[in-house]
């Protein structure tokens, strides 16, 4: 059963500054495409979280965490649904849940783009390994989510992405 947090007008008005600022301040991803992965991510809310259970099976996942254990490292949170352990492979040192800050998450979440972008050149290779992670990327290539790369890249063509 999920529950509903109200959040006044004016904290909502707030948050949408600080979020579209976020992207405007980034420099190293093509805005239109943090807008579309923000978009299907969380739909813009910054206080999205997913528990993903089956990281505690991936060793390579387990290795980005040196060690921790808390079933919060295992989840992805805020706008870009960055997960907690590629955070800290960026460089990131501070709780979970600074993650739901706006502006930390899309750093992360853009570092992590950039990072996919050096990798794999091509925007829909991108999209699917920012989803799917880059082992399931290089192992399955896109077939396994490839709904979630047309949804992506339809909202990044929305948003005004070069095509």
Known sequence: MS??????????KLLKSRVF???????????????????QESNFYPFAIRYEPQLKRATWYKKLLKEKDNDLY?????????LFGIAVSFGFKKDPFS???????????????????QRYKNIKDVISAYNQ???????????????????????????????
């Open 3 to 12: 529950k509903l947090i109200y959040i006044s007008e004016k904290t909502k």
């Open 21 to 39: 600022t976020a992207i405007e301040h980034q420099k190293d991803i093509e805005k239109p495409l943090v807008m579309a992965i923000i978009k």
């Open 74 to 82: 295992y989840c992805s949170f805020g706008l870009m649904q960055i």
């Open 99 to 117: 993650l739901f800050y706006p502006e930390i998450n899309i750093y992360y979440g853009t570092k992590y783009l950039k990072n996919l972008m």
């Open 133 to 163: 992670g880059t082992p399931k990327k290089d192992r399955y290539g896109n077939y396994k989510n490839q709904e979630y790369v047309d949804k992506v890249y339809r909202y990044y063509k929305m948003f005004g992405g070069k095509l």
